[in-house]
Nanobody
Framework: HVQLVESGGGAVQAGGSLRLSCVGS????????MGWFRQAPGKEREGVAT????????RYADSMKGRFTISRDNATNTLYLQLNSLKTEDTAMYYC??????????WGQGTQVTVS
């Protein structure tokens, strides 16, 4: 059983930065693609970014390109999301996910980001 625990969320002013972390336990995640999703109140969940197992390839939603950076440390089973130039529309709950056989099988509990 895999457990994902996010941290690092908080309240910031527009233009500010945050760094989200997600620590995985229960299984090594080195062979899995990992990603971040977010969901704002009253809106559908949307994908934010994905990183391949070795961390050499990443993908981003168009609205986050150039502002967000996904990275990983396989030695510590940790996934990161650096959020820069934050906007009010980035306010959401951010979730860490594990990808397995083209589906997201494990999700964290989420960390709240509020931009004012």
């Amino acid at each position: 059983h895999v457990q994902l625990v996010e941290s690092g969320g908080g309240a910031v002013q527009a233009g500010g930065s945050l760094r989200l972390s997600c620590v995985g336990s229960g299984s090594a995640l080195v062979h899995n693609c990992m990603g971040w999703f977010r969901q704002a109140p009253g809106k559908e969940r949307e994908g934010v970014a994905t990183i391949y197992p070795r961390g050499t390839s990443t993908r981003y939603a168009d609205s986050m390109k150039g502002r967000f950076t996904i990275s990983r440390d396989n030695a510590t089973n940790t996934l990161y999301l650096q959020l820069n130039s934050l906007k009010t529309e980035d306010t959401a709950m951010y979730y860490c996910v594990r990808e397995y056989e083209d589906r997201y099988d494990y999700w964290g509990q989420g960390t709240q980001v509020t931009v004012s």
